[in-house]
């Protein structure tokens, strides 16, 4: 970096993860004196990779841990032999489905240790709920972005998340040696969709197939890379000479700018050292108001090297950054910050559980004060629940790697806290504090459940809850108008992969069916009609006369019973069966076989015998003059309306508007909400919508968004009641 050097790796490198474990408190065996060294909380850094599905992100975390000395041959995505990638879905689709945590050990060219735990996370936009869990804990994030593709959607997204959760960010310019990469076009894409304050700290030597190192903007010197990924330094290139000293002012104002005292000794021609521009912009990285810019390749190792000395140099760690939590209960609740210490009350926050195989669930966490050590008690600060931390381990990829114990500001995992589910903080005794954790991604998409056997139905409930701890951005939910169980996530894709794992992990197997739609019907005239029961068989007969008046009452205010019966023409104590029979047979449906609603009955007259009349008798004439009432009472489909909201980029507002039209859809607003995006709000029928969260994303090319919520009910369409009369009589 600024004070470049040829990279020798240490002799504790070269080994798998499970030869060398991370032992307790981050130690490392230093290399020159042969003794264990405590890493601590300022030394370590929590890094999510972010960015667009393709980028490169897992592939740049394979390539850090090779050039750590994790791993001894640098895996491929498309082998499936990435430390990163290890489910058989991730496999089989050659891309990150979940967030995976891979730590590993880095001196920096500063001299000091680091450990750094990468959070690796997906890019695909189904999946924005685990970038949302690794930006909760994370203190740094590095945007990976294609030097082909450029800024991307998915960049875009994890920008946008980055900013909402107000996490400092680097950005490395990925696939350098790609054919149409380009560096330049990229960084004007940066600063293009999120402004100012991106600040290059590398130029490209050669492009394309020819990149064969890099240029730093601080220290006037250029490094060209080895075949083994290392690095020596080298004169620049006259043709990336003037470029490099034009932009190193650049980088220089840029930096200064945001320190006075600085600012005030370059203006007055004191130019500061690297080491002080350094120090400098880690500060304004911690403050999210710059952001580095780096480059390099994660297949050929060129900047990798460089990207781990950026990311321990310049990012924040968890002392940096103390965590905001909230004490106290109801209106007494109050907002405090916890700072990293090691001597503080214990609080940990768990932000994943996995269900595993043999170990049950693993709750992976971050400790945010404190220091957890094997066997030691916390408290479930939501649920009171005592929970033993017992067998503490830090993760790689799949890999356990035992921990005796745990500094603040750094991430483990521990298995079988059965009461604390994703989202827990857990704290010493006495100590009732809680993190408000990442808010799950609307589950805009879903799909009917239909268990194989008999066993697999026995089975579903306790599956289904197991995956929905492990992922809390799929919801289920049972519906008592359709019977239905009913799965929910943010895309056809998400869906398709919790039902694989479903299968593969809690040995579930189901079938998939379109959800039902929770129809209604109502009446829009008056009747009369008379139910009657005459029956008999020898004995005791049945009799019972009901006569009933049914006409509509308001929209959405319910459905009520009127007595009206007078001179004792029906019992007083039948009365109570006429009303049960009648709210019986609204429920299992009018004249379309839906149930009914926004009705008046009225009893007002009727006929008993002394003998033959019963509870029973009343409550079927009473049901069956229902009936036959509403039939005549001109009775009409009711369908469900929901509130959508849409936020599209302006470009593409005449054609979503256009859509929600063919849709059936009342547009009641669209405005301006910033940053060249619409925001649309509509009513549309709730059939219409059932895979808006594809159709949508196709239609914008992913940009769009949009929350739908139900509102009420209105009247079909008499042309649509023949098929929705079809279609829930075939079902």
Request: charged letters at 25%.
């Amino acid at each position: 970096m600024v004070r470049p050097r040829r990279r020798e790796l240490p002799s504790w490198h070269g080994t798998s993860v499970r030869q060398t474990p991370l032992r307790e408190r981050a130690t490392i065996r230093d290399r020159d004196r042969g003794q264990i060294v405590t890493i601590p909380t300022e030394r370590i850094r929590n890094v999510a990779l972010v960015g667009h599905s393709g980028c490169g992100k897992t592939s740049v975390a394979e390539a850090l841990l090779h050039r750590a000395g994790v791993v001894t041959r640098l895996g491929t995505v498309d082998e499936g032999s990435t430390v990163c990638d290890t489910e058989p879905e991730e496999i089989k689709r050659k891309m990150s489905l979940s967030l995976a945590v891979a730590p590993f050990e880095w001196r920096a060219s500063d001299g000091e240790t680091y450990k750094v735990n990468l959070i690796d996370t997906p890019g695909y936009a189904d999946f924005a709920g685990e970038v949302d869990a690794a930006l909760s804990v994370a203190d740094l994030a590095v945007v990976v972005v294609s030097a082909v593709d450029g800024v991307e959607v998915g960049t875009e997204s994890a920008w946008e998340r980055c900013v909402a959760a107000g996490i400092p960010r680097l950005v490395f310019i990925n696939k350098e040696d790609k054919q149409n990469a380009d560096f330049h076009r990229v960084l004007a894409q940066l600063r293009e969709k999120f402004g100012s304050g991106f600040v290059p700290l590398e130029l490209p030597l050669g492009e394309e197939q020819a990149l064969h190192g890099v240029a730093d903007v601080l220290s006037d010197q250029g490094f060209e890379y080895d075949a083994d990924g290392t690095h020596h330094t080298a004169d620049l290139p006259a043709d990336v000479a003037d470029e490099e000293h034009r932009m190193h002012d650049e980088v220089v104002e840029e930096i200064v700018s945001g320190d006075d005292a600085q600012l005030e000794r370059y203006l007055s021609g004191d130019v500061p050292t690297s080491a002080e521009l350094e120090r400098t912009l880690a500060h304004e990285v911690c403050d999210c108001v710059e952001f580095p810019v780096t480059l390099g390749s994660a297949t050929s190792g060129v900047g990798i090297d460089r990207l781990a000395d950026f990311i321990c140099e310049l990012g924040p760690s968890p002392a940096d950054r103390p965590v905001t939590v909230v004490g106290g209960k109801g209106d007494e609740a109050v907002d405090a910050a916890v700072p990293a210490d090691c001597s503080g009350h214990p609080v940990a926050y768990v932000y994943k559980t996995v269900a595993d195989q043999f170990l049950g669930q693993v709750s992976v966490f971050k400790v945010l004060s404190g220091t957890l050590s094997n066997d030691c008690r916390l408290i479930n600060s939501a649920t009171s629940t005592e929970e033993r931390m017992h067998g503490l381990f830090h993760l790689c990829g799949r890999d356990h790697v035992p921990a005796d114990a745990v500094v603040a500001g750094d991430i483990a995992a521990v298995a079988k806290l059965a009461g604390t589910p994703t989202g827990s903080t857990l704290v010493a005794p006495g100590k009732p504090v809680r993190v408000n954790g990442a808010i799950a991604p609307v589950a805009n998409f879903a799909v009917a459940l239909e268990p194989l056997t008999q066993a697999d139905d026995d089975k579903l409930s306790a599956a289904l809850a197991r995956l929905c701890s492990e992922d809390p951005t799929i919801a289920v939910e049972r519906s008592d108008e359709t019977h239905q169980t009913v799965l929910r996530g943010a895309g056809d894709m998400h869906v398709a992969v919790a039902l694989e794992r479903l299968s593969r992990k809690f040995g579930v197997n189901v079938t998939t069916a379109d959800v039902a739609v929770a129809y209604r019907e109502t009446i829009t005239a008056r009747a009369e009609a008379e139910g009657k029961l005459k029956k008999q068989s020898g004995g005791h007969g049945q009799y019972a006369v009901v006569n009933l008046r049914v006409s509509p009452t308001e929209r959405g205010s319910g459905s009520e019973f009127v007595d009206s019966v007078v001179g004792g023409a029906i019992p007083r104590n039948y009365i109570p069966a006429v009303e049960r029979g009648i709210v019986e047979a609204m429920a299992s449906g009018g004249a379309f076989g839906f149930p009914v609603v926004d009705v008046r009955v009225e009893c007002y007259d009727g006929k008993y015998h002394s003998v033959d009349s019963s509870d029973m008798a009343f409550r079927t004439a009473a049901a069956t003059g229902l009936r036959e009432a509403l039939a005549k009472a001109e009775p009409a489909v009711l369908e469900p309306i929901s509130l959508v909201t849409i936020t599209v980029p302006e470009h593409h507002q005449g054609d979503v508007l256009g859509d929600l039209n063919a849709r059936r859809g009342r547009v009641s607003g669209s405005s301006p909400v910033g940053g060249g995006l619409h925001e649309i709000v509509a009513m549309v029928p709730a059939a219409e919508i059932q895979r808006y969260a594809i159709e949508l994303r196709s239609m914008t090319g992913g940009r769009g968004r949009f929350t739908a919520v139900h509102d009420h009910y209105d009247i079909l369409p008499k042309h649509l009641e023949s098929k929705v009369v079809k279609k829930g009589s075939s079902a």
